[in-house]
């Protein structure tokens, strides 16, 4: 099985998120956002509306509408018109820095995830104001949170009402985000978490693998939406019944030891997860009930780990050894005093080195059989899965 | 101002919610919601008598495999009857010749309980004379599982 990976795009600073949808694509570059056609990568336009990071992006499928979240403390939705895009900002009475926003299925409300207060904000546009309108969802009093929500929540694929979101103290909370005006009563009959659900009200609350490590994402499972998909700062993939609240399955990657940061699904049961090893996995749930590891995607620099049990095999692999010190320090002189790049570096980097991660994998995003990454680089990156 | 990083910002919040959490606020919170149990004196006497027993018929790698993974303490009435806990685990650990048949037979999660307790030994100053032995189980462990162990030591919040 050959792996096939391809340099997309390469950029000077890192990109924190990007989105793909309807043949378009947003990344950020700090603060400014960049809106390209996919994929042909022709720029239609960029804004600066933050005057912050931006922390998020992503565009809804059904509206093409844009929304990104920022270290200002603000979101800005941006609406396709005729001549491109009209922005209108949401202020959102958060004080600290949003870290994630979501479009629901829909299309026409969106969550965001604060580091204040460990509350989660819905927002929604109000045609009687013509205003965007933020509410907060607090968890119960009792429960003891770090304060911050972390990037992973996300919506109910069955019913677009209940959100499901994790904080830095490795809480997970089931909320329900019902408004009158946008959703229909009729979705949440039979459904699994109960009966009746109220804007704000909590259907469930859940200290997963009871070890409070941060959740870093959390993915409904698309065929069995009692379940979801976790993945926590311990590097452990979780596959937990947020109706029981126990873990049915749990997961470690065995050769990079290293936490994710993504987890998203491509069908009914496989996924990809990526993070700080640099490479996308994907997983698949065997029966509802075990995780399986299916393949990597992408080649990788090979883990420090394997060093350490047998250091005389591939000691000079990964980084450039030098006979004595006299030689190294030869080598910063002749970079230093005569601008003399060293030479032995690009003939190292090979085709491999080019198409694939040096660092942590930010974002994620799947168009029909491709998948994208974006990574702390500045490089976003497409697999054939 | 001079010293404005000094600044307790989490004091000039107005919000409950974002009290900065104190490791007694979270193993109080672990003890309450029952997933750590903390020992009474008497139930921790009881373990240390069992070691110790252990220990006087020259048996030490035994009360590695069947006590002190099985039983992690991380919360006791008696913080010292805990430090002396501590150290009669390191007494094992130091006499423990052969460790790689031990560590086969500890499960991933018994190898995390065993590692924080490396951890806690090495912390402590007054166990620093036979550190080496230590610094030896710690190596052999992450030979054998990986640096994820060290993860997981790092971001658990259940510490020994």
């Not at chain 1, 000077?12 to 056609?37: C, G, M, W």
């Not at chain 1, 909590?202 to 979801?228: F, L, R």
């Amino acid at each position: 099985m050959s792996i096939q990976s391809k340099l997309l795009v390469n950029l000077k600073l890192p990109v924190r998120s990007f989105s793909i949808n309807n043949n378009i694509l947003a990344l950020s570059q700090e603060e400014t956002l960049f809106i390209y056609t996919y994929p042909d990568l022709q720029l239609i336009t960029s804004f600066k509306e933050h005057d912050k990071r931006i922390t998020s992006i992503d565009i809804s499928k059904n509206s093409g509408k844009i929304l990104t979240t920022s270290e200002d403390r603000t979101c800005v939705v941006y609406t396709p018109n005729e001549s491109g895009y009209s922005t209108s900002l949401v202020v959102t009475r958060f004080l600290k820095s949003i870290n994630y926003g979501k479009w629901n299925h829909k299309g026409d409300k969106f969550l965001i995830c604060s580091s204040d207060m460990a509350q989660l904000g819905v927002c929604y546009f109000d045609l009687e104001t013509n205003w965007w309108i933020s509410k907060h969802i607090a968890p119960s009093e009792t429960t003891v949170s770090g304060g911050s929500l972390t990037k992973g929540a996300s919506w109910n694929p069955e019913n677009d009402i209940l959100v499901t979101f994790g904080d830095n103290f490795g809480n997970l909370t089931t909320v329900s985000t019902f408004l009158k005006k946008l959703d229909d009563k009729d979705k949440l009959k039979n459904s699994p978490y109960g009966e009746k659900f109220p804007f704000g009200k909590i259907v469930k609350e859940w200290i997963p693998n009871s070890n409070s490590s941060s959740i870093n994402d959390i993915a409904y499972v698309p065929a069995d939406t009692t379940k979801v998909v976790i993945a926590q700062n311990d590097g452990s993939l979780t596959l937990f019944d947020n109706v029981d609240g126990t873990t049915i399955s749990r997961s470690f990657d065995k050769i990079f030891g290293k936490p994710f940061n993504k987890v998203s699904f491509i069908s009914q049961t496989e996924f990809i997860v990526a993070g700080y090893s640099g490479v996308p996995l994907l997983y698949t749930i065997v029966d509802g009930s075990s995780l399986k590891f299916l393949k990597q995607l992408g080649k990788a620099r090979l883990p420090s780990s394997n060093k350490l049990s047998d250091n005389k095999n591939n000691s000079n692999e990964d980084e450039p050894q030098f006979a004595s010190g006299i030689q190294a320090l030869k080598m910063f002189k002749d970079m230093d005093s005569r601008g003399k790049q060293q030479s032995y570096s690009s003939a190292l980097a090979t085709v491999d080195d080019e198409n694939s991660h040096v660092m942590p994998i930010t974002d994620i995003c799947v168009e029909t059989d491709l998948l994208i990454t974006s990574g702390l680089d500045g490089k976003l990156i497409e697999y054939t899965i | 101002m001079e010293d404005w990083r000094k600044i307790d910002i989490d004091a000039l919040d107005a919000s409950t919610r974002n009290k900065r959490l104190t490791s007694e606020t979270i193993l109080a919170n672990f003890i309450n919601k029952g997933i750590i149990h903390k020992y009474s004196s008497q139930e921790l006497s009881n373990l240390i008598g069992e070691i110790s027993a252990r220990i006087n018929k020259n048996d030490y790698s035994s009360s590695i495999l069947e006590i002190v993974v099985k039983y992690p303490v991380y919360a006791a009435e008696d913080s010292s009857l805990k430090l002396h806990y501590v150290q009669l685990i390191n007494n094992c650990l130091v006499n423990t010749k052969d460790i790689d048949p031990v560590l086969k037979q500890l499960s991933d999660d018994e190898i995390d309980v065993l590692l924080k307790y490396c951890y806690k030994i090495m912390s402590l100053t007054e166990l620093q004379a036979t550190g080496q032995y230590i610094v030896n189980w710690v190596y052999k462990i992450i030979s054998l599982h990986g640096q994820g162990v060290v993860l997981r030591y790092i971001t658990d919040r259940k510490t020994i």
